[in-house]
């Protein structure tokens, strides 16, 4: 190659990175978007500080709040964050490659790394005095909460590349998402936890049998859940925006009566609250998929049943055919 077509290659070259450069961003939506982040990182700081919430007290601090809950609602305040910065965003008409990249990385802390840690660091210290008589009783259980904790970061990572490379920044394609959202699949997990850790005490003496059953119940369902979680991120069973499709625009007066019963429940009690619309929005989708699956298989099956009638030609009056 003669020098003039590489001095002219290597321009074209420059022209084509200064093309691609990022001039300019908006400022507010990332900075929300940026919260978001900083919430996640900072419920991951409070998880590793333990259950017991010593002698440091915060402005949003109960004296009784462990550190654990106080991850918990770290990562509901993230989730806030990221339901502000979209709506801001498509309010100022200002949607961007940039803020839907931004949005993804601050999410894969937020609702992918946090709540895996979380969940790692409550059933660590809640089975460590499980497994203390018998030592060889720690191996398993641990290997196997490590590797559901990372199956499910590893899920949340697929499940937020997915979306951005098959998001549309049309807000009208908005109706739904193809698996279950981040935000969603965390809340189930952070909602049981700080039920656990904020409520359950409250309800029952902890020497008492219905709180050791509760907590049996949470704590070792909670590995499941996150692989069922996991699952349901990664599939393709489709789930509703909230926001669009029952609350934004005008909608049947059944919506309003529901929004007003979710209000007054999450007014009475906001842990039970977490916890019954975290958990219900999560197996809504499922159960509607497998209630259609059921459905068309029984249709498929109704219709291979069906007798196929034979049309043929019978004799006339004269014999003839």
Same mark, same amino acid.
């Given at each position: 190659m003669s020098p003039l077509k590489t001095e002219f290659a290597k321009r074209e070259l420059l022209r084509r990175v200064r093309r691609q450069r990022l001039r300019n961003i908006t400022v507010l939506p990332s900075l929300i978007t940026l919260l978001n982040g900083l919430c996640g990182f900072a419920a991951i700081g409070f998880a590793s500080k333990g259950a017991i919430a010593e002698t440091e007290r915060f402005f949003f601090q109960k004296p009784q709040l462990t550190y654990f809950a106080i991850s918990g609602y770290m990562i509901f305040l993230a989730m806030l964050a990221d339901v502000l910065d979209g709506r801001l965003a498509r309010m100022s008409q200002s949607t961007s490659s940039f803020g839907g990249q931004l949005d993804s990385l601050c999410d894969m802390i937020s609702f992918g790394v946090a709540p895996a840690f979380l969940m790692l660091k409550v059933l660590e210290? =809640?089975? @460590?005095?499980? &497994?203390?008589?018998?030592? &060889?009783?720690?191996?398993?259980?641990? =290997?196997?909460?490590?590797?559901? &904790?990372? @199956?499910?970061?590893?899920?949340?990572?697929?499940?937020? &590349?997915?979306?951005?490379?098959?998001?549309?920044e049309d807000e009208s394609k908005h109706m739904s998402f193809?698996?279950?959202?981040?935000?969603?699949?965390?809340?189930?997990?952070?909602?049981?936890?700080?039920?656990?850790?904020?409520?359950?005490?409250?309800?029952?003496?902890?020497?008492?049998?219905?709180?050791?059953?509760?907590?049996?119940?949470?704590?070792y369902s909670l590995p499941f859940i996150i692989l069922g979680l996991s699952l349901l991120m990664i599939s393709r069973i489709r789930y509703p925006h909230v926001v669009n499709q029952y609350i934004k625009g005008r909608k049947p007066f059944a919506h309003l009566i529901r929004v007003l019963a979710f209000l007054v429940l999450i007014i009475w009690n906001l842990q039970a609250a977490l916890v019954l619309i975290f958990c219900s929005f999560a197996a809504s989708g499922f159960i509607k998929w497998?209630?259609?699956k059921i459905i068309s298989k029984r249709n498929a099956k109704l219709a291979g049943h069906q007798p196929v009638l034979m049309v043929t030609s019978s004799p006339d009056a004269s014999g003839r055919d």
């Amino acid at each position: 190659m003669s020098p003039l077509k590489t001095e002219f290659a290597k321009r074209e070259l420059l022209r084509r990175v200064r093309r691609q450069r990022l001039r300019n961003i908006t400022v507010l939506p990332s900075l929300i978007t940026l919260l978001n982040g900083l919430c996640g990182f900072a419920a991951i700081g409070f998880a590793s500080k333990g259950a017991i919430a010593e002698t440091e007290r915060f402005f949003f601090q109960k004296p009784q709040l462990t550190y654990f809950a106080i991850s918990g609602y770290m990562i509901f305040l993230a989730m806030l964050a990221d339901v502000l910065d979209g709506r801001l965003a498509r309010m100022s008409q200002s949607t961007s490659s940039f803020g839907g990249q931004l949005d993804s990385l601050c999410d894969m802390i937020s609702f992918g790394v946090a709540p895996a840690f979380l969940m790692l660091k409550v059933l660590e210290y =809640k089975l @460590v005095g499980i &497994a203390e008589p018998n030592p &060889a009783f720690v191996g398993f259980p641990g =290997k196997f909460i490590w590797g559901t &904790a990372a @199956v499910y970061m590893c899920c949340a990572a697929i499940r937020l &590349a997915r979306f951005n490379v098959e998001n549309e920044e049309d807000e009208s394609k908005h109706m739904s998402f193809m698996g279950l959202p981040t935000p969603a699949a965390g809340g189930v997990i952070v909602s049981l936890i700080i039920f656990h850790q904020d409520m359950l005490p409250q309800l029952a003496n902890q020497n008492s049998l219905p709180y050791q059953v509760s907590e049996i119940a949470i704590i070792y369902s909670l590995p499941f859940i996150i692989l069922g979680l996991s699952l349901l991120m990664i599939s393709r069973i489709r789930y509703p925006h909230v926001v669009n499709q029952y609350i934004k625009g005008r909608k049947p007066f059944a919506h309003l009566i529901r929004v007003l019963a979710f209000l007054v429940l999450i007014i009475w009690n906001l842990q039970a609250a977490l916890v019954l619309i975290f958990c219900s929005f999560a197996a809504s989708g499922f159960i509607k998929w497998s209630y259609f699956k059921i459905i068309s298989k029984r249709n498929a099956k109704l219709a291979g049943h069906q007798p196929v009638l034979m049309v043929t030609s019978s004799p006339d009056a004269s014999g003839r055919d």
